[in-house]
């Protein structure tokens, strides 16, 4: 066993670290807007009027982030039940990486437009992103959750 006790979850599958989930939600962050609209009912339009005055760059938030949320939602019902759901998650952090690249993509679309004037949302944005792509691409624990479950195997 190569990560201690406290990293498997309760069927023998390494948890994703905390620093993913925020990733996720950072990728799903339209999802979240799109929520808390919903909740704020009489404001809701402002909300999202003022977040994305373009609604096509809303939607196609809504498209970049559902791949996040369908893997946080799996994660959590994985098993050695669920063969399925077992090699669906194992692709996880290539669709994760092809998630964020388009989300790159899309920014660098957005400072492109506004003829590279400087914001701060876009700024962060970008920041975030390559953090989350490099974080993907060096992160041992990452590659592990992902792969095959080493506690059943031993």
Not at 30 to 45: D, I, K, P, Y
Not at 103 to 110: D, E, F, I, N, S
Not at 114 to 119: A, D, K, L, P, V
Request: aromatic content about 16%; hydrophobic content about 45%.
């Amino acid at each position: 066993m190569q990560y201690s006790l406290e990293s498997y979850d309760s069927n023998g599958f390494l948890k994703p670290p905390k620093l993913l989930w925020l990733g996720w939600i950072f990728l799903a962050k339209a999802w979240v807007v799109f929520v808390l609209a919903g909740v704020s009912q009489q404001s809701g339009s402002e909300i999202l009027s003022t977040l994305y005055p373009d609604h096509q760059v809303f939607y196609v938030g809504l498209t970049a982030g559902l791949p996040s949320i369908v893997l946080m939602w799996l994660v959590s019902l994985r098993s050695a039940k669920r063969p399925f759901i077992n090699r669906v998650i194992r692709y996880g952090r290539g669709i994760t990486i092809v998630t964020a690249c388009l989300q790159l993509v899309q920014t660098c679309y957005a400072v492109y437009l506004s003829n590279g004037q400087f914001s701060w949302s876009n700024g962060l944005s970008l920041l975030g992103l390559f953090w989350l792509l490099l974080y993907l691409n060096y992160s041992r624990f990452i590659r592990d959750s992902f792969s095959e479950s080493r506690f059943h195997q031993e």
